[in-house]
């Protein structure tokens, strides 16, 4: 029932079964045989840079990539308090995107996945990170033939606050470098009357970010404060029972 066959390594396998057996050339720890490049059952992608996150972070490794088809670029991330990781790349490379726990770094079992964040190239994936908690970011290329064309890997974090549900991303204006914060989403889950805060603890709240309460059918009311100065696209869409909108006098764009 099995058929025996010599791959060009030397190796002896039958075809039947899962090619794992002994005697392949991998090295210390390649992704594939050096002579017939069947897969290392055993490989494992080495972590190739790790980002400690506290506050306002933004990481960067420039012209990556990747000398093996199918493999991936592994990155370690920790959050030093509440905030959200936005992992993605930049250039003009179509790239796919993994967010992994932890505890399980195989890609098929992801916390979520990105192909090309509606820009049909860079993959992108924001994730809210607790305290203390360490994710991981695989990147590979879309096509599984391609190797060695350069690209960036982007990771940033933002601190989070949340009060009564909203949540806020600590940013730093564009202009003046000064600290801000903005409105990014919620995560209530009851009916809820919403007064954005002006203010947290003496930074201002300057901008609600794009689809920040997009679909939320919990939203019945909001209070913008003076404060803020921007309400990006989608910020309300869909928001089914919102009923009344209380606009501060410092909105300039909407």
């Known amino acids: 029932g099995t058929e025996t066959a010599k791959c060009a390594c030397g190796e002896f396998l ?14 210390e720890n390649n992704a594939k045989c050096a002579v017939c490049g069947i897969a290392n059952p055993n490989y494992v992608t080495p972590v190739k840079a790790t980002v400690t996150a506290d506050s306002t972070t933004a990481f960067v490794d420039e012209n990556v990539s990747i000398s093996v088809a199918g493999d991936y670029l592994l990155y370690k991330a920790t959050a030093q308090k509440d905030g959200m990781f936005s992992f993605y790349t930049t ?9 992994l726990p932890s505890s399980d770094l195989n890609t098929n079992n992801s916390i979520m996945e990105n192909d090309d964040d509606g820009e049909e190239t860079n993959c992108r994936i924001d994730y809210f990170a607790s305290e203390g908690e360490t994710v991981y970011f695989a990147v590979k290329y879309y096509s599984s033939s391609k190797v060695d064309d350069p690209f960036n890997v982007h990771i940033d974090f933002k601190e989070s606050y949340v009060d009564s549900g909203v949540v806020y991303l600590k940013d730093i204006d564009a202009n003046t470098k000064k600290d801000i914060y903005c409105v990014k989403g919620y995560k209530f889950n009851t009916p809820t009357d919403v007064t954005i805060l002006s ?14 309460f997009e679909d939320c059918e919990y939203l019945t009311s909001v209070t913008i404060p003076d404060s803020v100065k921007e ?24």
């Open 14 to 27: 039958n075809r039947t079964e899962e090619n794992s057996a002994l005697g392949h050339s991998f090295g």
């Open 231 to 254: 309400v990006y696209n989608y910020a309300f869409c869909n928001c089914i029972n919102l009923k009344t909108v209380t606009l501060g006098e410092g909105i300039n764009f909407i």
């Open 91 to 99: 250039g003009d490379i179509d790239t796919y995107g993994y967010l």
């Open 199 to 212: 203010k947290i603890n003496g930074i201002p709240v300057t901008y609600i970010a794009e689809s920040a």
